[in-house]
């Protein structure tokens, strides 16, 4: 039990005022005492005690009449009420138990009797109070949970409901790549650097805020929550958090690892703007990842044009949910040609989403969407049917291109999935296209992050005959020195090499040690986003193998694509 326990008795008899504290002096604790119902009830809304011993027959405002009001009261309600009365009647215990009461004693008293009662109401108290701050507490950091910080939102929101002054502000802070710490040093390490962390961040708040101004809790992971109360203005808040990320960027040493941590934070101020904390909450973490987009390491407040954002994005996924359903994806097709001859080799197939009401959807919006909520996976498979089967309709209905090609991209999403190998080997047999015609890209990020995972896959995936290709090379972390350990056989130059190959001499080198080293390794090149003559001779001199961009043709339609084929059969046959 707590070590000062207060008892609030409430009697209009002076001689029960005196023979209960004399029977409970053993128990050393700390009486107050009410002479009637109207001054015990103020006392019990002041004082908070941890027990009230209530007389049931008063003048004026009688027992049953307080411990009802008591009960109502959010700051009261868990005090613990022991009824004292005279009366034997039954139906007066009844009632003393239906308003809620914890026990009744009979007068006159039984010393040992009401020191039993009293004792055991007071431990079943401090064991509901110890099962509360469990309830409330998050169990590694010791900061308040997450239904605990929402709790004392709802207060804060109706102070600020009532007090014309009053404001405060949330701060929402998630550690940028906190995973890499639970995937390289393990889940054990991760919870000692939070642990750590946790320290910092109370430490700092302590010496800049006051230990009394501010809250702090941990809603999970990495993520946490301060709250603080009545700041001084947004300026003042901004100065906080920039010292906030100071703070705990560390170091923290954990085992023989040196570790320096960042968070993003995201920032709300109330200004009575809130009637529910979860929307809060909602709102600094959206401005959180507004911070993280922005590069990490840093805060932003919120502001309405975010949450519009945010709705917005939110929209655009659940109809993505239902875009396959709705039949609103299409597939064009970008030409790849031979960069020696300027023949047609082939096509790459890229995906178009044509909402019903937005129009026509970029991939770089929705792509990220798809990727993120794992939906890419059954558009990845669509597309895989889509273009395979498109192939070898090209293939059947016009033999003279027995060998173009089709490009597919392949993302992440879908080469961790367990069975993706095996669903692709189904997709070749039912599509019955020719395996060596198509060409599965991935991009360079994907295979150096996920190497180890990875290359047991895409040797898989070679095995059933499509070739590999690197896409967007030179965007991600390979270098060129460890390209043959790699089971692919062409790379896919990105854009910004072809683009900057005219202005600066360095990006010119590069090409040339990129296509010098891949003709070595026995992998074609393909330069990607080809827009000028002058890129184009530029590749040609280098000998790169194949291209594609808009100098020599837009993505198109299947019916348009089919058109440069009937265009170009006569080409095709000589070639």
């Not at 239904?147 to 709802?154: G, N, P, R, V």
């Not at 006051?210 to 809790?217: E, L, Q, S």
């Not at 669903?423 to 991009?443: A, M, N, S, Y």
Request: charged content about 25%; hydrophobic content about 40%.
């Amino acid at each position: 039990m707590p070590e000062q326990i207060t008892i609030l008795l409430v009697d209009d008899d002076p001689m029960t005022r005196k023979i209960v504290p004399a029977h409970l002096k053993q128990m050393d604790v700390k009486f107050l005492i009410a002479e009637d119902g109207e001054s015990g009830l103020a006392m019990a809304l002041y004082d908070q005690p941890d027990l009230i011993l209530l007389d049931v027959r008063m003048p004026s405002l009688d027992g049953f009449e307080v411990c009802e009001i008591l009960k109502q009261n959010p700051t009261t309600s868990h005090i613990p009420i022991i009824f004292l009365t005279s009366a034997t009647d039954p139906s007066e215990k009844i009632r003393a138990y239906e308003l809620g009461a914890s026990d009744y004693v009979t007068k006159p008293f039984n010393g040992r009797e009401l020191s039993a009662r009293v004792a055991a109401s007071l431990r079943m108290q401090d064991l509901v109070r110890r099962l509360a701050v469990q309830a409330n507490t998050d169990e590694l950091t010791g900061l308040s949970n997450r239904t605990a910080i929402a709790d004392h939102l709802s207060r804060l929101i109706l102070r600020e409901q009532q007090e014309n002054d009053y404001t405060f502000a949330v701060l929402f802070l998630d550690f940028d790549r906190f995973k890499i710490i639970n995937d390289s040093l393990g889940h054990a390490a991760g919870d000692e650097l939070l642990i750590a962390i946790t320290r910092s961040m109370s430490q700092m708040l302590d010496e800049h805020y006051g230990h009394h101004h501010y809250k702090a809790a941990r809603l999970g992971g990495d993520e946490f929550l301060v709250v603080l109360s009545n700041p001084t203005n947004e300026q003042a808040v901004d100065e906080l958090a920039h010292e906030l990320q100071r703070k705990l960027t560390g170091p923290y040493m954990l085992g023989e690892h040196e570790i320096i941590a960042s968070a993003s934070m995201g920032i709300v101020i109330s200004e009575g703007r809130y009637t529910d904390p979860q929307e809060i909450i909602r709102d600094a973490d959206t401005a959180m990842y507004h911070a993280k987009a922005d590069g990490k390491a840093r805060h932003s407040f919120f502001n309405q044009e975010m949450h519009v954002a945010a709705l917005d994005l939110l929209m655009l996924e659940n109809d993505l949910r239902s875009a396959l359903e709705r039949n609103e994806f299409e597939l064009l097709y970008q030409p790849i040609h031979n960069m020696e001859t300027g023949r047609l080799k082939g096509f790459e197939a890229l995906i178009r989403w044509h909402h019903p009401f937005r129009g026509t959807v970029p991939p770089l919006q929705f792509i990220p969407v798809a990727e993120e909520t794992g939906l890419i996976v059954p558009i990845g498979w669509w597309i895989l049917h889509q273009a395979a089967g498109q192939l070898q309709r090209w293939h059947e209905d016009f033999p003279q291109w027995s060998e173009l090609t089709m490009n597919i991209n392949i993302s992440k999403r879908q080469l961790i999935h367990p069975d993706f190998v095996s669903r692709v080997k189904k997709g070749l047999d039912q599509t019955k296209v020719k395996r060596q015609c198509l060409t599965l890209e991935i991009t360079e990020s994907t295979i150096m992050g996920n190497l180890s995972t990875l290359k047991p896959v895409l040797q898989g995936l070679r095995d059933l005959g499509p070739t590999l290709a690197m896409d967007d090379f030179g965007t991600g972390h390979s270098s060129l020195g460890c390209l043959h350990k790699f089971p692919i056989d062409s790379l896919k130059v990105d854009r910004s090499f072809i683009c900057n190959v005219e202005k600066d001499p360095s990006f010119a080198s590069v090409l040339f040690a990129i296509v010098t080293l891949a003709h070595n390794l026995d992998l074609t090149v393909v330069a990607e986003g080809l827009e000028t003559a002058e890129q184009v001779a530029h590749l040609q001199g280098l000998e790169c193998d194949y291209g594609q961009g808009y100098y020599f043709a837009k993505p198109m339609s299947a019916k348009d694509a089919e058109a440069l084929l009937c265009k170009d059969c006569d080409l095709a046959q000589s070639a």
